[in-house]
């Protein structure tokens, strides 16, 4: 999480919002949207055996347009591609991901 939540505090400039969604998104001060695709792509990285018609279907009712729905699906495939790559070669983080460093 260290990699993304810097990604996340260069985008939202909000370094408190930030640590509240690695803390627990579930109590972060987020919107209900953003609330719900956390939950899907939570429970499709942790489960995606059990992903059903109606998981979809959360993301509808929360406003997602199915190419959003996709939009969502594709990158959290490929951040699992990429996290179990560099998992499975042991790559190390550069020193520009160092949580610590603030980012501009």
Same mark, same amino acid.
């Given at each position: 999480?260290?990699?993304?939540?810097?990604?996340?505090?260069? +985008? %939202?400039?909000?370094?408190?919002?930030?640590? =509240?969604?690695? /803390? @627990?998104? /579930?109590?972060?001060?987020?919107?209900? =949207?953003?609330? %719900?695709?956390? @939950?899907?792509?939570?429970?499709? %990285?942790?489960?995606?055996?059990?992903?059903?018609?109606? @998981?979809? =279907?959360?993301?509808?009712?929360?406003?997602?347009?199915?190419?959003?729905?996709? @939009? +969502?699906? =594709?990158?959290?495939?490929?951040?699992?591609?990429?996290?179990?790559?560099?998992?499975?070669?042991?790559?190390?983080?550069?020193?520009?991901?160092?949580?610590? /460093?603030?980012?501009?």
């Amino acid at each position: 999480m260290v990699h993304h939540g810097a990604g996340l505090r260069k +985008i %939202t400039r909000d370094s408190d919002l930030v640590e =509240q969604i690695i /803390k @627990d998104y /579930k109590k972060a001060d987020i919107p209900k =949207q953003d609330s %719900t695709m956390l @939950d899907y792509v939570v429970k499709l %990285t942790k489960e995606p055996g059990s992903m059903v018609e109606a @998981d979809v =279907q959360k993301l509808r009712n929360a406003g997602f347009s199915d190419v959003g729905i996709l @939009d +969502i699906v =594709q990158v959290a495939g490929y951040y699992a591609y990429v996290n179990r790559l560099a998992d499975g070669l042991g790559v190390e983080l550069e020193s520009i991901w160092d949580e610590k /460093k603030p980012v501009h």
